[in-house]
């Protein structure tokens, strides 16, 4: 590994960034984010693969674990932590899980992710099996808290996918899905929170979207089943009703949808009337 060229630690393009006006920065900052749709773009065939293998390991009943460390970490947990209320999903079926436990998702826990067995062993907490995907993600690629995991995963048999932001990465090699965005170096050199970060947010977004609509979660274009907690979801619900069954009455679609509790059962109910 010690060899491995990460073009994500290589020198940013720009020089003095100290020296430089607000505006000159910001505008360096924006051109760069500006390349990362695009990298993403040329990834679609290795995220698509990946969406469909998880797809159906979740319609057979298994789980989508997401493991990193730092911001990749971090961004993990986001993705999960979203599901139950956007899709209704039970919390526990989409996990994510970072180097260092939860402490790290606000500060940084030292040495954490170079601990190549403990990955797995947060995994284990889970009983994890060959019914679950887990997706490594990191940045770099060289990540040993996440290599590890997926190489304890593929011994066992179980499914694993990959995003990080270098070619050809260690990563890569450990996941039978791996997905590789290369957006080059950072603005601030080595700064993987950046257009790395970036890429992985938007790849996660993909995945987990993708996923939900594959296994039912969502109709024609709407989150049916999406958690009513709190008052701006509830009158988005309360408008997916009147849509749906037609009603002119805002009131009456909105106590429908209050007693079945999401958009989907409200007008099944309301069609079996």
């Known amino acids: 590994m010690k060899d491995f060229v990460?073009?994500?630690e290589q020198d940013s393009p720009y020089r003095h960034l100290d020296k430089m006006p607000v505006g000159e920065l910001l505008e360096h900052i924006n051109a760069e984010d500006r390349q990362v749709p695009d990298a993403v773009a040329k990834a679609i065939p290795q995220i698509e693969k990946l969406v469909v293998a998880i797809s159906d390991k979740m319609l057979a009943g298994g789980r989508l674990f997401y493991?990193?460390?730092?911001?990749s970490g971090r961004l993990g947990i986001l993705d999960a932590s979203e599901i139950p209320?956007?899709?209704?999903?039970?919390?526990?079926?989409?996990?994510?899980?970072?180097a260092g436990g939860e402490v790290a998702?606000?500060?940084?826990?030292?040495?954490?992710?170079?601990d190549v067995d403990q990955g797995w062993k947060d995994l284990e907490k889970y009983f994890i099996s060959d019914n679950d995907v887990v997706v490594g993600i990191a940045a770099s690629g060289t990540?040993?808290?996440?290599?590890?995991?997926?190489?304890?995963?593929?011994?066992k048999g179980i499914t694993t996918g990959s995003i990080s932001c270098?070619?050809?990465?260690?990563?890569?090699?450990?996941?039978?899905?791996?997905?590789?965005?290369?957006?080059?170096?950072?603005?601030?050199?080595?700064?993987t929170r950046m257009k790395s970060g970036t890429a992985q947010k938007l790849v996660l977004n993909m995945i987990s979207t993708a996923v939900m609509i594959q296994?039912?979660?969502?109709?024609?274009?709407?989150?049916?089943?999406?958690?009513?907690s709190n008052e701006k979801i509830v009158d988005r619900g309360t408008r997916m009703v009147m849509s749906r069954l037609r009603l002119e009455d805002y009131e009456t679609a909105r106590q429908l949808l209050l007693k079945w509790g999401s958009v989907k059962k409200a007008i099944e109910s309301h069609a079996q009337h």
């Open 6 to 8: 990460k073009v994500t």
């Open 67 to 71: 493991i990193g460390a730092g911001t």
């Open 85 to 98: 209320p956007t899709y209704g999903m039970p919390y526990g079926l989409v996990i994510g899980l970072i």
């Open 105 to 114: 998702i606000q500060k940084a826990v030292e040495n954490a992710e170079d």
């Open 143 to 155: 990540t040993p808290y996440v290599i590890g995991a997926l190489k304890h995963c593929r011994e």
């Open 166 to 191: 270098n070619p050809q990465s260690p990563v890569s090699e450990q996941a039978d899905f791996p997905i590789e965005v290369v957006v080059g170096p950072e603005v601030v050199t080595g700064s």
């Open 215 to 228: 296994i039912g979660r969502v109709e024609d274009n709407k989150m049916v089943n999406m958690q009513l």
